[in-house]
T-cell receptor
Framework: DAGITQSPRHKVTETGTPVTLRCHQTENHRYMYWYRQDPGHGLRLIHYSYGVKDTDKGEVSDGYSVSRSKTEDFLLTLESATSSQTSVYFC???????????FGQGTRLTVV | AQKITQTQPGMFVQEKEAVTLDCTYDTSDQSYGLFWYKQPSSGEMIFLIYQGSYDEQNATEGRYSLNFQKARKSANLVISASQLGDSAMYFCAMRDWGNQFYFGTGTSLTVIP
């Protein structure tokens, strides 16, 4: 367990509003990831980070931005939420060993 | 581009029987890792087993084993002695040399009493 906490766990927001999801880790792991999970698509990478202020886009990054100003926090922002961004969002961490990859509990986001 | 394929959307298995969940991957990387995760109805992602691309022996973790066939690029999960609590979604994933992870679309396993 890498001590990963996602907040909030559930959120309902209106179309057009900004939303920020937080992923917090307690073990100073370098790599952090944001995924979205949708039926029939598995988990798709939105953005990832390989260090403080070092981030890169994944396959479904449009409409999302991220920031990592501290090792322990990786923030995902929906600048202007749309109904297509209704999903379950998972934060993940690559552990210190190549054999380790852990997930947060997930955030269920509904955009109405 | 990396790709993970799970061709079985749903599987059924009798309690106490073994079941194999299929996973194939596509990569040109020499160094990579393969993972299986379980997602019960509660939603959390639970790590089950890992296989490195250079590992010569198939990985095992309790009732889980990974049938790794490198030349065929397959990494099937075998669950022995299925239990009712094994009913869940199962995801295959690959970590590439750049530490990006790619996931399949998942297999829903139902264990029948």
């Amino acid at each position: 367990d890498a001590g990963i906490t996602q907040s909030p766990r559930h959120k309902v927001t209106e179309t057009g509003t900004p939303v920020t999801l937080r992923c917090h880790q307690t073990e100073n792991h370098r790599y952090m990831y944001w995924y979205r999970q949708d039926p029939g698509h598995g988990l798709r990478l939105i953005h990832y980070s390989y260090g403080v202020k070092d981030t890169d886009k994944g396959e479904v990054s449009d409409g999302y931005s991220v920031s990592r100003s501290k090792t322990e926090d990786f923030l995902l922002t929906l600048e202007s939420a749309t109904s297509s961004q209704t999903s379950v969002y998972f934060c993940a961490i690559k552990g210190s060993s190549d054999t380790e990859a852990f997930f947060g509990q997930g955030t269920r986001l509904t955009v109405v | 581009a990396q790709k993970i394929t799970q061709t079985q959307p749903g599987m059924f298995v009798q309690e106490k029987e073994a079941v194999t969940l299929d996973c194939t991957y596509d990569t040109s990387d020499q160094s990579y890792g393969l993972f299986w995760y379980k997602q019960p109805s509660s939603g959390e992602m639970i790590f089950l087993i890992y296989q490195g691309s250079y590992d010569e022996q198939n990985a095992t973790e309790g009732r889980y084993s990974l049938n790794f066939q490198k030349a065929r690029k397959s990494a099937n999960l075998v669950i022995s002695a299925s239990q009712l609590g094994d009913s869940a979604m199962y995801f295959c994933a690959m970590r590439d040399w750049g530490n990006q992870f790619y996931f399949g679309t998942g297999t829903s396993l139902t264990v029948i009493p």
